[in-house]
């Protein structure tokens, strides 16, 4: 059982560049997340998805933009690399409870090292 | 607006030393909250829940309301406990689901 998978783990990119993370998830699970770790800042929500084919802005989405194409996978795009994007990208997912109750736990990937130049 | 604020961004304690690492927040509802840990080059899990009432690792956490604060505690602290400790809250808002972590707290235990 691998849980939440980031691919690629590390990548440096120059300013301009585009890219895109991707995080696969095998728990079945109806929510997922990108989150961006900055040293002193924490984790600060980019986008998130409540279901296939559905996602939502969260604090920082600002340069990024995210697919979810099928349940299991959660894409997290940079069209133009900036290097106000170096960071430590970390994908989490969530199951949504019997009878829709919030189970609570995030089940996060090793994270995605990206650094742009 | 939601907010998880963790005051400090460093704690050192001595080994054997009891640990109280601060979490505050702002949540205009009934919030769940969690703490999240992460441990050197491993990925980062949940610790543990309010609502689970539960000690992991001897940690406990007692959600105060009426001061909005989840409070991490451990009465000693051993050197294995060195990690970054992130407080969280969930809940639904305006029929949006939010996730929000606070800044963190590097929790280094000397020995």
């Known amino acids: 059982n691998a849980g939440v998978t980031q691919t690629p783990k590390f990548r440096v990119l120059k300013t301009g560049q585009s890219m895109t993370l991707l995080c696969a998830q095998d728990?079945?699970?109806?929510?997922m997340y990108w989150y961006r770790q900055d040293p002193g800042m924490g984790l600060r929500l980019i986008h998130y998805s409540v279901g296939e084919g559905t996602t939502a802005k969260g604090e920082v989405p600002d340069g990024y933009n995210v697919s979810r194409l099928k349940k299991q996978n959660f894409l997290l795009g940079l069209e133009s690399a900036a290097p106000s994007q170096t960071s430590v990208y970390f994908c989490?997912?969530?199951?949504?409870?019997?009878?829709?109750?919030?189970?609570?736990?995030?089940?996060f990937g090793e994270g995605s090292r990206l650094t742009v130049l | 607006a939601q907010r998880v604020t963790q005051p400090e961004k460093l704690l050192s304690v001595f080994k054997g030393a009891p640990v109280e690492l601060k979490c505050n927040y702002s949540y205009s509802g009934s919030p769940e909250l969690f703490w999240y840990v992460q441990y050197s080059r491993q990925r980062l899990q949940l610790l543990l829940r309010?609502?689970s009432r539960e000690s992991i690792k001897g940690f406990t956490a007692d959600l105060n309301k009426g001061e909005t604060s989840f409070h991490l505690k451990k009465p000693f602290a051993q050197e294995e406990d060195s990690a970054m400790y992130y407080c969280?809250?969930?809940?639904?808002?305006?029929?949006?689901?939010?996730?929000?972590f606070g800044t963190g707290t590097r929790l280094k235990v000397l020995a």
């Open positions: 969280a809250l969930s809940g639904f808002t305006s029929g949006t689901y939010k996730y929000i």
């Open positions: 309010h609502i």
């Open positions: 728990m079945n699970h109806e929510y």
């Open positions: 989490a997912s969530s199951s949504l409870g019997l009878a829709g109750v919030y189970t609570g736990e995030l089940f």
